[in-house]
């Protein structure tokens, strides 16, 4: 898709229009929100992560073959896969944002960091009146690094994408692992392993109790101290990583790989066989692993500390490689007039896509946690995908009926009136309707 031009002379920072998105963006954007939505709801929402071990095992005793199969199937499809295209839009978007502004004879910086304030606000409301796992604030926070990056060159970017994806991760866990590895004896290293697990498993306890019996401000408090305490550390393990997904969005988005994608389509084909073979090498690991301990050969209390730093870059491998085949194998099917029909039914989801994330949080907090239907810990795997198809569904059709009559999703029209000051148009004008083309 072309963009629309400006008018000479424009330099007025601005909300784009709906002429100027780029559909196959948008359809890759809702694609990646149905996945963070099963991620998020698969581990945290149901209340899998914070079972104790006893009852884990019980619960995998009695589970039936096709979520016994559900549980390899997600980690090798689902998790982080769906995360690492997120992140990797953002940094794309990023790029578009700074053309149309270099476009304009403007300065991106400004507008940038308005967005990511207002942004970081919103996220601090959804982390601690709603839900705990907010992506906001971290995009927010890690989204400032952007602009330092803006003028470094291609092969700046990529290095440092390099770093940051397989690097880091494993100096963090190596802080993480740190007390353990200079333990005197393998014994005191065990003990530590033991203790920091057994502290993990009373905070879990005490936090899956607030979500399973606690009023509102029971939950939210809960919340609170569980983030501050243990998922904030966890998640800043991986900060960095996702940063360096960012890097590779702005690459992609200066290269024009996307902008122009049907003459990168020999490179998209590459991509493909590349992902998917490098996915299934990152991901195999952590399949083999998962089921040596399901299976009780391995137990995760006393694995040695380099168990972790080995795990490290492989996971990250895996979620880059099958990112990847996702992105080439849609933007490939994106090419082909049957396919482009079908897939750009996610385009307005995308497009909504900071409503469809938040509206997600507040339908599953009352669905999973006890002062609404309370039924945290009590969905099978499938039962939970399907749960979540389903308001997938529903948040595609709202979404059509929605942006045929109005610009911005709620949220995004909360979000761009704040940003720039001023309360933006909100329904579309009659000309607006007009289909716009999709590559």
């Known amino acids: 898709m072309t963009p629309v031009p400006l008018p000479v002379g424009s330099t007025e920072a601005r909300p784009i229009d709906a002429g100027e998105r780029l559909v196959l963006l948008d359809t890759l954007r809702g694609f990646a929100l149905c996945g963070v939505f099963i991620s998020n709801v698969f581990m945290w929402f149901s209340g899998r992560a914070f079972l104790p071990k006893e009852q884990m095992d019980a619960l995998l005793a009695n589970m039936s073959l096709l979520d016994k199969l559900l549980l390899p199937t997600v980690t090798v499809l689902v998790f982080g896969r769906f995360i690492t295209i997120f992140s990797f839009l953002f940094g794309l978007g990023f790029a578009v944002q700074l053309g149309r502004a270099e476009a304009r004879g403007g300065q991106v910086g400004g507008v940038y960091s308005r967005r990511l304030g207002v942004m970081f606000l919103l996220g601090l409301c959804h982390l601690f009146l709603i839900w705990y796992g907010d992506i906001l604030t971290n995009y927010a926070l890690l989204g400032f690094g952007l602009l330092l990056f803006r003028k470094r060159t291609d092969r700046t970017l990529l290095v440092w994408a390099a770093v940051f994806v397989f690097v880091w991760p494993l100096l963090g866990q190596l802080v993480l692992k740190l007390p353990q590895l200079l333990a005197d004896t393998p014994e005191a290293a065990a003990a530590i392993a033991k203790a920091e697990t057994d502290r993990v498993y009373a905070s879990k306890a005490v936090t899956l109790a607030a979500f399973q019996h606690g009023s509102w401000l029971e939950v939210v408090r809960g919340a609170a101290t569980f983030y501050l305490k243990d998922f904030l550390p966890m998640i800043g393990i991986g900060a960095f990583a996702i940063f360096g997904r960012f890097l590779l969005g702005l690459y992609a988005g200066r290269r024009r790989l996307f902008h122009d994608a049907a003459q990168h389509l020999g490179f998209f084909r590459k991509l493909l066989a590349w992902g998917v073979g490098l996915g299934l090498v990152g991901s195999s690991a952590s399949v083999v692993l998962q089921q040596l301990i399901i299976r009780k050969v391995l137990n995760p209390e006393t694995l040695p500390p380099w168990v972790g730093l080995v795990m490290s870059p492989l996971r990250n491998l895996g979620e880059l490689g099958v990112a990847a085949a996702y992105v080439s194998a849609i933007t490939l099917l994106f090419h082909r007039a049957a396919w ?39 969905l099978s795997p499938i039962v939970c995908i399907l749960y979540c198809l389903g308001v997938f569904a529903v948040q595609g059709v709202f979404s059509h009926l929605w942006l045929s009559r109005f610009r911005f999703g709620p949220a995004e029209w909360l979000w761009r009136s704040l940003t720039y000051g001023k309360a933006q148009p909100m329904r579309r004008a009659p000309e607006a309707g007009v289909p716009v083309p999709a590559s």
């Open 340 to 378: 482009q029909r079908v897939l750009t039914v996610l385009a307005p989801v995308g497009r909504m896509a900071l409503t469809n994330y938040l509206s997600q949080s507040v339908i599953s907090v009352f669905v999973f946690y006890g002062f609404g239907l309370g039924l945290i810990t009590r």
